[in-house]
């Protein structure tokens, strides 16, 4: 693979611009078998809480028309195991590696943040966006001044550069990110996923034992590439945009929009191979277009 791909993003040079999402490849172990981890540009990893969390009962994954539902409700070991058993296995491969963590508490996220600024990883996803946990999550990222608060705290805490991944579930999405931005943050992520709901007719219950879970997948990529150019035209750090991407066509249009680096999530459920793909076709894309780096396309957009 060529220069053309390279992208620079907080100080952090990623080989390509496509990153699967947290919560949506795990901590690489199942695709290492498929092709070398190194192929992509950077991993965000399964979110990361202070102590090992279950997550929420199932059944806690629907599908939907264009897209899927989740209720997992941050299922993972914890920040030790994090610590001394993924990421050392993560270190084993040449990636970039983003920690994404959540908390109950503005001290919990703040502390998570702590313990991650003693390892390696090159960057912090703070998510203050998850629709699927009745602490934290949501209820931060849809307050501009509790978003405030809790990016400054973990701002104290950390060096590393950080990045806040912000709720699509808001009125304004501009104001949350320029709330995370004045308070500290170095970048955004988004957008994650919709609020969602379905219902099983036969038994008059919700599909899901949550009642409501994240929606994402290809429904949502119209909602992502319209709230990545409004962002990315309000605040003056970069955007990670993510949300449907499922093709190097659409990783280029969510960068026309603004994003100057790109997630893949659901759609890696559906092909494992999904971002490697995506990786080919922006290289080609590169060459049909004469492109001396992909950075170029970031933005471009001319509204009518």
């Not at 970039?96 to 991650?116: D, H, P, Q, Y």
């Not at 934290?136 to 705290?153: E, H, I, L, N, P």
């Amino acid at each position: 693979m060529s220069k053309r791909l390279e992208t620079q993003f907080c100080g952090v040079t990623f080989k390509n611009p496509i990153i699967p999402a947290s919560g949506t490849y795990g901590y690489g172990r199942e695709y290492e078998s498929l092709y070398p981890l190194s192929t992509l540009g950077g991993i965000s990893v399964k979110g990361t809480t202070l102590n090992r969390r279950e997550g929420n009962p199932g059944p806690r994954v629907a599908e939907t028309p264009s897209g899927m539902l989740n209720s997992v409700g941050l299922q993972n070991g914890g920040v030790e195991k994090f610590i001394s058993y993924e990421l050392p296995n993560l270190r084993k491969s040449d990636i970039v590696v983003i920690a994404n963590i959540a908390g109950a508490s503005v001290e919990e996220c703040a502390e998570l943040a702590a313990r991650v600024d003693e390892t390696d990883v090159e960057m912090i996803e703070l998510n203050i966006s998850c629709p699927n946990v009745k602490q934290g999550g949501a209820a931060f990222g849809t307050d501009c001044a509790v978003a405030g608060a809790v990016t400054k705290a973990v701002r104290d805490a950390t060096k590393k550069p950080l990045m806040v991944k912000l709720s699509p579930n808001v009125t304004s999405i501009t104001d949350i990110a320029k709330s995370v931005e004045a308070n500290g943050a170095d970048a955004v992520s988004l957008i994650n996923t919709l609020l969602g709901m379905r219902i099983n007719i036969k038994t008059g219950r919700p599909i899901l034992k949550n009642n409501v879970g994240g929606l994402s997948g290809p429904a949502v990529f119209p909602v992502a590439v319209r709230m990545v150019w409004q962002v990315a035209n309000a605040v003056n750090i970069p955007v990670m945009g993510m949300g449907g991407v499922a093709t190097w066509e659409d990783a280029v249009e969510i960068m026309m929009a603004g994003a100057s680096a790109v997630q893949v999530g659901a759609a890696i459920f559906a092909d494992p191979y999904a971002p490697v793909k995506i990786i080919e076709g922006l290289e080609k894309y590169c060459i049909d277009n004469n492109l001396e780096n992909i950075s170029e396309i970031v933005g471009t957009v001319k509204p009518w």
